[in-house]
């Protein structure tokens, strides 16, 4: 779902420690925190260890991102927010754990 992506996109683009990658193509919004590609890895497991919601990572030229992608016929905006919710407290973790 387009629109659900570019709502993705609009909190990536609120939290000054994420960047968007790519342009949002359909349902598929590719994000990545600023930094180097190894606080991003980390950031992936994470996610993926945390079992609430599943990225996919991906790489291109050197640089590792992430992969948000709504795929579901029934996903709504609160089912983004979640996402974007657990997203940032994983993110959160990795700041305390870099002393930020």
């Given at each position: 779902d387009v629109a659900l992506a570019k709502l993705f996109e609009?909190?990536?683009k609120k939290d000054q420690?994420?960047?968007m990658v790519r342009e949002v193509t359909l349902g598929l919004?590719?994000?990545r925190l600023k930094g180097d590609n190894e606080?991003?890895?980390r950031l992936v497991a994470k996610i993926?260890?945390?079992?609430?919601?599943?990225?996919v990572p991906s790489k291109?030229?050197?640089?590792?991102?992430?992969?948000?992608a709504i795929c579901a016929m029934d996903s709504q905006?609160?089912?983004?927010k979640y996402a974007w919710a657990v997203i940032q407290e994983l993110a959160d973790t990795l700041d305390h754990e870099n002393g930020y």
């Open positions: 609009e909190c990536v420690r994420f960047e919004a590719s994000f606080v991003n890895e993926n260890l945390d079992r609430r919601i599943h990225l291109i030229r050197e640089t590792f991102f992430l992969r948000f905006a609160s089912d983004v």
